[in-house]
């Protein structure tokens, strides 16, 4: 069974166009490892920049199995230069009854 996920990224300071190119490709390249699902990600950006996105893993099996892959642990590491990862709980408008977020990338 699929596993949702709320993925938080806070660009570091001049590396905003740089996060945004990386999740252009982010779940397909997930997916191209058999990981994620056929699912449309949703991304959406709060106030302070940090990048959200939702997305299905294929199982929780996939999330443990990335931690092993080389091709995603080399992505990682390409996010970790650009951006710091959050708990989507430091993000101000969770705390919100209804969290509104600007959309990001294809409608």
Same mark, same amino acid.
């Given at each position: 069974?699929?596993?949702?996920?709320?993925?938080c990224y806070r660009p570091k300071a001049g590396r *905003?166009?740089?996060?945004? /190119?990386?999740?252009?490709?982010?779940?397909t390249r997930l997916r191209?490892?058999?990981?994620?699902?056929?699912?449309t990600p949703i991304q959406m950006e709060a106030k302070d920049g940090t990048v959200l996105e939702v997305? *299905?893993?294929?199982?929780? /099996?996939a999330i443990e199995a990335a931690h092993t892959n080389p091709r995603v642990l080399e992505m990682w590491s390409d996010y970790a230069e650009v951006c710091?990862?959050?708990p989507v709980n430091t993000?101000?408008?969770?705390?919100?009854?209804?969290a509104e977020f600007e959309?990001?990338?294809k409608t």
């Open positions: 069974m699929g596993r949702m996920v709320i993925a *905003e166009s740089e996060l945004r /190119a990386l999740m252009e490709t982010h779940v191209a490892e058999g990981l994620a699902t056929d699912r997305f *299905e893993w294929r199982s929780k /099996a710091d990862y959050a993000v101000e408008e969770t705390s919100d009854l209804f959309p990001m990338g």
